[in-house]
């Protein structure tokens, strides 16, 4: 059974930064893509971020610049460190793994960003 546990969300002014961190527990893959989602109040769920296990990396327009993922494959962790952040950054940020081998997703429980203006 894979769990994804995400951690590092809060409270931020406009400017300020947070670093969001994903550990996933069980037996993964190691052939998979792993990534941050974003769902503000009354929208639909959006791509943030992925990182593949070979170190690709794509991001949204909205977040190019300002944010960067990185991955420790070893633990099974992935980080977006956020920088700048914006008011409409605000949302909860969920933590994504996509196994490529046998093609299957995984979900975390989601961590809550909110920067104040």
């Known amino acids: 059974q894979v769990q994804l546990v995400e951690s590092g969300g809060g409270l931020v002014q406009a400017g300020g930064s947070l670093r969001l961190s994903c550990a996933a527990s069980?037996?993964?893959?190691?052939?998979?893509?792993m990534g941050w989602y974003r769902q503000a109040p009354g929208k639909q769920r959006e791509l943030v971020a992925t990182i593949t296990s070979g170190g690709i990396t794509n991001y949204s327009d909205s977040v190019k610049g300002r944010f960067t993922i990185s991955r420790d494959s070893a633990q099974n962790t992935v980080y977006l460190e956020m920088n700048s952040l914006k008011p409409e950054d605000t949302g909860a940020y969920y933590c994504?793994?996509?196994?490529?081998?046998?093609?299957?997703?995984?979900w975390g429980q989601g961590t809550q960003v909110t920067v104040s203006s």
């Open positions: 994504h793994v996509r196994t490529l081998v046998i093609r299957y997703d995984y």
């Open positions: 069980g037996s993964i893959y190691a052939l998979n893509v």
